[in-house]
């Protein structure tokens, strides 16, 4: 069975009609992926999808980037399992300029890029699957404890003395008018 392409040249593409792909990276491929991300485990990773002309200047690639990798917890460390089920869009379009400077607007069309002279797979699903990753995996069960931390004798601060506001409902409640003890009899 022959190898699938993993880089499409932008100029050998049909002008017409859509290119279908199917990229599906071996072990050692998916091994070298989960390391670069940080990832304890990458069991699997498909990303499947078209490339499309749009018009004389654009093509659109819509793919589904379909994943399931190991996270550690951040409490715990322990591996936490993701599977990610993603829909992929770029539209490649000829003439557009990737701005210089540091600062720059955001565009309306965050998924218009300049079009490049090769279109690289394996590199879109990466990027995919690392916008895709929960940011803070959590095992179940795992929670944040408080650290509480003060000098010998000293009582550690609690929330409610980190909220700067909280004292004056004590103060207002002091400084609320109190009604008098026999109430009022008035006739």
């Known amino acids: 069975m022959a190898a699938r392409p993993t880089r499409f040249r932008t100029g050998g593409l049909s002008p017409r009609k859509p290119t279908h792909f199917s990229y599906t990276p071996d072990a050692e491929a998916r091994r070298k992926l989960a390391e670069s991300l940080g990832l304890l485990g990458l069991q699997h990773l498909d990303f499947t999808g078209k490339i499309t002309p ?5 093509m659109v690639l819509t793919a589904t980037l379909e994943a399931d990798c190991d996270q550690a917890c951040i409490v715990t460390l322990v591996p936490v399992r993701a599977r990610i089920t993603e829909a992929v869009r770029r539209r490649f379009v000829a003439g557009l300029i990737a701005p210089e400077s540091d600062e720059m607007e955001m565009p309306e069309d965050d998924t218009e890029e300049p ?3 090769v279109i690289d797979l394996a590199e879109i699903a990466a990027e995919a699957l690392v ?3 929960p940011l803070y995996p959590r095992a179940p069960g795992a929670e944040l404890g408080a650290v509480v931390v003060a000098p010998k004798g000293v009582t550690p601060l609690g929330d409610s003395d980190l909220k700067p506001f909280a004292g004056l409902a004590a103060l207002a409640g002091r400084l609320a008018p109190k009604p008098e003890d026999g109430g009022d009899k008035g006739g």
């Open 115 to 117: 079009m490049p002279e």
């Open 54 to 58: 749009d018009g004389r200047d654009a």
């Open 131 to 133: 916008l895709a990753l």
